[in-house]
């Protein structure tokens, strides 16, 4: 027997290992093949993301933006490979997406019992799966369709199956996933099918920030087969800044002592992400994987925070003021900031997020607010803050400026601003702040037009600035909201 026939039969037999007894077709299935997920021994039910889904749990596809492409590969001696290409699109809490994984082997020579040539013969298995799924606020929810092809040596099996999955998280950071695995049957011309490896996955999962540009991302599975006993699967990911390094452990009492473990690690160059992953297969050797992820148009979704709040909204309601905005899509809470006096830096109100769109506040003795919003996501990131609004009881409020840019002219940045024409007793006043939400100072003296150049002497450093308008009146100075918030770093 060949090299490549003894690796054949170790890789298919560590798949078996995985699902317990080795009944069920479509053992290629069932090895881990993306390089993330797999240096974290495949625990990605409930952390799952983006094209992740047509492997682990279609609800992760729903949690896209915009088009993702990713390829995957697992190199044995002999030319034996298990690849996988994905590719896949979202926006606004929908996404899809399709993959192709090839397992093969070289062509090897059939012989008689005399030692005659008599032909040649090679594994060629294909699963082309295709999938979408959708998130409304906690709740992911999935579905992929799947078709495959197997053959060895003449003999060759098809079938269709599907995959659904769900997904939620219901606090911040926490995440739940389960999902029912090659739900159909195979087919074969000449002899008994196998069955599929209808598999059940449940998982716990927890990612958020550790703070200095750490985060952890941790991840454990129970998955039970339809012909094993269940195994436990666990994995860890630490991020900071760029770099990712991942391990991971599974174990099953049908293994015996043959338990898995992995290794991983992961490197992020601007929109690229490039993934390696080595694990034992149960007492059978070592592989090594290796993934490349591009996302165009838009970051990947773990890296993208929700919208800001819009529609913010404030009514008197006795000694009350209750704030009303547009909900935010899968958004899991807001937070409500509140400026207290002109130049005072954005305070939170309240110790955790609001779980609805709306907002009651005591004005007590407060004759002055500033007022904003921000969404917060299941993993805990929070988006800027939407347009801030005032609240000046009794007094003329002017409106606030908008569509605050910078255009560069000449390598000199002219910073503009849109606001409505037809009132001379207006002026505006530019602010700089250090940090996003203030506390803000003056740039110079108040203007009477929409835009103003600013000096290198103002932006040494990142800064944020903003713009507000102030209206002349009998009853003295009145402020506007301030502007939107824009980010400003030195020439380069």
Same mark, same amino acid.
């Given at each position: ?245 991942? @391990? +991971?452990? /599974?174990? #099953? ?7 898995? %473990?992995? $290794? =991983?690690?992961?490197? !992020? ?99 002055? @607010? +500033?007022? /904003?919003? #921000? ?7 929070? %988006?800027? $803050? =939407?347009?801030?609004? !005032? ?99 030195? @020439?380069?």
């Amino acid at each position: 027997m060949k090299a490549w026939a003894l690796l054949a039969g170790g890789l298919l037999a560590a798949a078996a290992l995985r699902a317990g007894t080795g009944t069920s077709g479509e053992a290629f299935l069932l090895i881990p093949l993306m390089a993330r997920p797999a240096g974290m021994a495949g625990a990605d039910t409930a952390l799952a993301s983006g094209v992740e889904g047509l492997e682990y749990n279609p609800a992760a596809l729903g949690g896209q933006d915009r088009w993702t492409l990713s390829a995957d590969q697992i190199s044995y001696a002999q030319g034996i490979n298990l690849e996988d290409v994905a590719g896949g699109w979202g926006r606004a809490g929908y996404g899809c997406g399709l993959s192709v994984i090839s397992f093969s082997t070289p062509q090897i020579a059939e012989t008689s019992q005399s030692g005659a040539q008599i032909g040649t013969f090679g594994m060629q298995d294909i699963a082309v799966t295709g999938g979408g799924g959708g998130t409304w606020g906690p709740w992911s929810a999935g579905l992929n369709a799947r078709v495959v092809s197997l053959s060895l040596a003449g003999y060759s099996e098809h079938g269709v199956e599907t995959d659904l999955g769900l997904q939620c998280a219901p606090w911040d950071g926490v995440r739940l996933g389960l999902a029912l695995q090659h739900l159909g049957t195979l087919s074969a011309a000449s002899q008994q099918a196998d069955p599929t490896p209808l598999t059940l996955r449940g998982g716990l999962g927890w990612q958020g920030s550790l703070g200095k540009g750490l985060w952890l991302a941790a991840d454990s599975d129970l998955v039970g087969p339809n012909d094993a006993s269940p195994q436990v699967l666990a994995g860890l990911e630490l991020g900071w800044t760029l770099l990712y390094l991942r @391990l +991971g452990g /599974a174990w #099953s009492q049908d293994w015996y002592e043959r338990q898995t %473990s992995t $290794l =991983g690690a992961g490197f !992020r160059l601007g929109q690229v992400r490039v993934d390696y992953a080595y694990s034992s297969l149960a007492g059978l050797g070592a592989t090594q994987r290796i993934g490349i992820s591009w996302s165009l148009g838009g970051a990947p979704a773990a890296a993208q925070s929700p919208a800001a709040p819009r529609g913010l909204q404030a009514r008197a309601e006795g000694p009350d003021l209750v704030l009303t905005w547009d909900p935010v899509p899968g958004a899991r809470g807001y937070w409500v900031y509140v400026r207290r006096g002109p130049g005072a830096a954005l305070e939170k109100v309240g110790q955790a997020p609001l779980k609805a769109a709306h907002a009651r506040l005591k004005r007590g003795a407060l004759v002055d @607010l +500033g007022l /904003a919003v #921000s969404a917060v996501d299941a993993d805990g990131r929070e %988006s800027p $803050l =939407g347009d801030e609004m !005032r609240s000046l009881p009794g007094t003329r409020q002017p409106e606030a400026p908008t569509n605050l840019r910078v255009i560069l002219v000449q390598r000199r940045r002219k910073l503009a601003w849109d606001y409505p024409k037809g009132d001379g007793s207006v002026r505006f006043q530019v602010l700089v702040a250090g940090q996003s939400g203030g506390p803000y100072t003056p740039v110079g003296k108040p203007l009477a037009g929409t835009e103003v150049f600013i000096g290198e002497a103002t932006v040494r450093q990142e800064v944020y600035l903003a713009v507000k308008a102030r209206l002349q009146s009998a009853a003295g100075p009145q402020d506007s909201a301030l502007s939107n918030e824009i980010k400003v770093e030195p @020439l380069r």
